[in-house]
């Protein structure tokens, strides 16, 4: 029996997100992206080979094509719910956050986003985008710096 | 920008695991749905083959017994297909699905009838959709109207909504609404339109009530395409005002 790579969509709905949101800013424009993914699931998924990777690898391939596709890069966006308890702080945290992260290069953002964002690991992400493991780690390394350094100059000025 | 950072620089990774932006649930409920629709076995066809198959044994052992194996068995074979017809499908949104022709069919053409192999092939229909735009009447503000041109590569049965991310459908005026070579009727939450004649640049004008909308919010053009042979494609389009 063929496996579906869609057979559980919840959580991968949520891991391709995340990873779409810190890529271009949460709000409806990582929804539309979200969805055209899904769409182009659907399509192909008779193509999927599990041996090429994970549900969530194949997915992020197609949705680093829709967002290659966008006209322009969306501007960040933060989006809270009203009845968060921790609300405030959890809001400052996310405004840094995005505007450390939109600050970066691409190819940081692009790391961080499957680290962080889709929760892929190093071996993971090196299989997505060709690279050894220990490369992966090593840029993963220098990304983080970079986004520290972002945040504390920004924190300074 | 807060002091955060200077106070838990060494904490980035798991802030930024905390910080993971959550989509919002019924986002993910509607498109979960969605998946669910396309992804699970279609019973409903099963039953639908297996009731019109049965229909058809019951006329046959009933004809032959008196006589005329070869007429019953033309005629069991119409009664059946006509049975499948009757009871065929609705589609997800409970649809009334338009067959024949009607104001929201293409216009006839000789070659063109509905399942005319010629024009159908194996599968489900291609479809294929411009950009959206979004415009309002300046002459009548009631009304939104957001347009794009779709393709499809085979007959097929549209049936088009407007929908929420939630997937609640929105009503859509017909009067003031267009798809390909026009269609009328009351106001409708789906628009049902039969495409005989395969291309591109069918327009699809959706007239939706202004006070329905919300400036910033998604919403999505759902085009669910059926061909003669019940193979479905449905495709949704998002656009904001």
């Not at chain 1, 779409?20 to 999927?48: C, H, M, N, Q, W």
């Not at chain 1, 840094?96 to 962080?116: H, K, N, T, V």
């Not at chain 2, 294929?128 to 300046?138: D, E, F, G, L, Y």
């Amino acid at each position: 029996m063929r496996y579906d790579p869609l057979a559980h969509p919840e959580e991968l709905i949520r891991r391709l997100y995340a990873y779409v949101a810190y890529r271009i800013g949460a709000g409806p424009d990582a929804e539309d992206v979200t969805s055209e993914t899904f769409e182009r699931a659907l399509r192909y998924r008779k193509s999927y080979d599990r041996r090429k990777g994970e549900p969530v690898s194949w997915l992020i391939g197609i949705a680093r094509n829709v967002i290659a596709e966008l006209p322009r890069h969306p501007t960040v966006e933060v989006e809270e719910r009203l009845d968060d308890p921790e609300l405030e702080e959890r809001t400052a945290v996310r405004v840094d956050l995005s505007r450390a992260l939109a600050a970066l290069q691409p190819r940081d953002r692009e790391l961080l986003s499957l680290r962080y964002g889709a929760d892929l690991t190093a071996r993971q992400i090196g299989e997505l985008l060709g690279l050894k493991t220990n490369a992966v780690e090593v840029a993963l390394h220098r990304a983080l710096g970079r986004l520290r350094a972002e945040l504390l100059t920004e924190a300074a000025a | 920008m807060s002091g955060i950072w200077k106070r838990r620089s060494d904490d980035l990774e798991r802030q930024l695991r905390a910080a993971r932006p959550d989509p919002r649930p019924e986002f993910v409920s509607a498109l979960a749905e969605r998946i669910g629709d396309e992804t699970r076995p279609r019973r409903g066809s099963a039953f639908r083959l297996a009731f019109a198959g049965g229909l058809t044994v019951v006329m046959l052992v009933g004809l032959a017994a008196v006589g005329g194996v070869s007429y019953a068995a033309t005629a069991a074979l119409d009664a059946a297909r006509t049975i499948q017809k009757v009871v065929a499908p609705t589609g997800d949104e409970g649809a009334i699905v338009v067959r024949g022709l009607t104001a929201g069919t293409d216009q006839y053409r000789p070659g063109f009838g509905w399942g005319d192999p010629n024009h159908n092939h194996a599968g489900p229909p291609g479809l294929r959709r411009a950009k959206v735009r979004v415009r309002t009447n300046p002459n009548d503000s009631r009304f939104v109207r957001v347009s794009t041109t779709i393709g499809v590569d085979e007959q097929a049965h549209l049936t088009i909504s407007v929908r929420t991310a939630g997937g609640q459908e929105l009503l859509l005026s017909q009067r003031r609404s267009n798809v390909g070579q026009g269609v009328e009727g009351p106001p409708t939450k789906n628009i049902q339109y039969s495409v005989l004649i395969p291309r591109n640049g069918i327009p699809v004008d959706l007239s939706i009530p202004r006070n329905l909308l919300r400036a910033g919010v998604t919403y999505y053009i759902v085009i669910r395409a059926e061909d003669p042979d019940g193979n479905v494609r449905t495709i949704r389009i998002p656009y904001r005002l």
